[in-house]
């Protein structure tokens, strides 16, 4: 690259996506195990009669959590949970997890015991080992680096990019609800850091406030989809955002997509809460991230198929390449999908 | 366990190998693939015909590494290292890595591609893909999360639990360098802040300086050893120090060990340098860390086998359980060899 140039580039300038493209554009692949290399949800390596699937995730202390209404079992069945999401998200089934653990000398050992119960308690939900890890000492707060492991058969993986045109477009769920849910206890720790009001005022909101806390993936469906021989063409899980990721789908399986405003699905306390916040429930859905649901893309002649899953909404379909990516509102308006820059 | 002691315990009290040990008793294997779980280098999956190995690890700014006399590159490098160490460790063949890397807005994208270069430098030197990760945004600093994959013949795995009194204890290259090029790295440093020194003196040290910044793993050491059919008993690659890592065998193969002053190589900068600095060079050798090398035990009558192996040296040999862990010295005198405590 042209390092003449005397202006350092900013992370901002790239976005996080755009960074992780530049960094990688150049590398090859060595191994004939490795299969899919960068940019899905999971490595994919090639492990004789199945594939081994391996993601990686880092949680840092005021990014990615507050510890301040984040209780620590949460926290740690959390962090399970979006580490095997992404192996779910390749239609596998998760086997173990490895916990690296950043502490710093503010934790005591009940702390870190309260992190630990919270992971086993999502391991023993979700059927997986914890199966390695390490504790090391930090300098600032806690950051925890969680490692995924899964096995699918060959057959039954499913990547980001097997989209094509016309397929539809699936959700599993309702979305928007863990960031309404965040916004609330955000709010509540304002009014008890402002005014000393010691008893958050949350009920009516217990939904939302599980969503943001103990979100769980539904493996139930995803199980189903497998009985019922529906082999998605391409899946994600929404954690940066149902836009963001099916933005990711269209980019990696290049098309465009179309969805439709009023199909979208959205709880009903996340609109009640948003309406509370002053703000248009679809912005949430769209951006808020953490839904921990599955974005799927389906053939169009298994629509009657589909159907008849009840926990899987059809919300839209994949358009050719180049015909934009829009949400359709109930009045045929359409309003281009906009994707979110550095956002965690 | 017992809250109702009003005292919480400081993580310190535990150590963190007690900590990790503590947090991890109840854990029980769910999966049939899940073999090795926590406590040795890496977590070892049944993956069909072979064994998947998957090692992860923290790398935290401040902690780990020091920017100030730390280059990117260098760093990218040694984070590989660190992960695929894990591997080689338990005489498997790394195939992949990925990497998670939170940064804060103090950094630019040239210095993100100077990490990255030394991360596929690496990657190409020793045969793996990097094939995934994630970047997220950080408050404080750089946090490096690598996990490595490989694979192991099921015959040729080897744990850190196998050794057996009277097996030989052997090492490969040489040990503290790493350490000692880290200290002579902190004083120029200090010498820079301190009297504006801006050229550090470094010549003469080289071989010190390169232990620290730009490690290597003994491949072709082990490679030999699965020629010759020489197959370790027992396995760790040496990063917290020659004395710990020693110890970690012994406790979790259940043995003693003996090990002999004389015997432990040490590299003539390495002396030369811990005598300018009024240390004995035995310190950094068994307690500086970070020297990659391999620890291995064999079987006693591999004695005139691995002989012939020139990069490989015995340097003591297991004893029965009960019978304490000592370093003999020249004149027959013996210390216990003692545990470290929280370190890094």
Known sequence: MDKSENRKRSIEEFGKFGLITHLTRNVKTINKSTINGIGDDS?????GKNLTLVSTDLLLEGIHFNLIYTPLKHLGYKAVIRAISDICAMNGTPGQV????GISSKFNVEQVEDLYEGIRLACKKYEVDLAGGDITSSLTGMTIGVTAVGTVEKKNLVKRDGARANDLICVTGDFGASYMGLQLLERERKLFVKEKVTQPDLSGFEYV???QLKPEIPVSTLTELRKE?????SMI???DGLASDLLHICRLSATGCRIFYSKVPIDYETTRLAEEFNIDPMI????GGEDYEMLFTIPLELVEKIKMIETVKVIGHMTPSGSGNYIVGDDGSEVEISAQGWKE
């Open 237 to 239: 899980d929404v954690t």
């Open 98 to 101: 490895m916990i690296a653990l």
């Open 229 to 233: 021989e529906i082999r998605p063409t």
């Open 284 to 287: 949430p859905a769209l951006n």
């Open 209 to 211: 406030i599980g969503r």
């Open 43 to 47: 490595a994919v390596i090639d492990s």
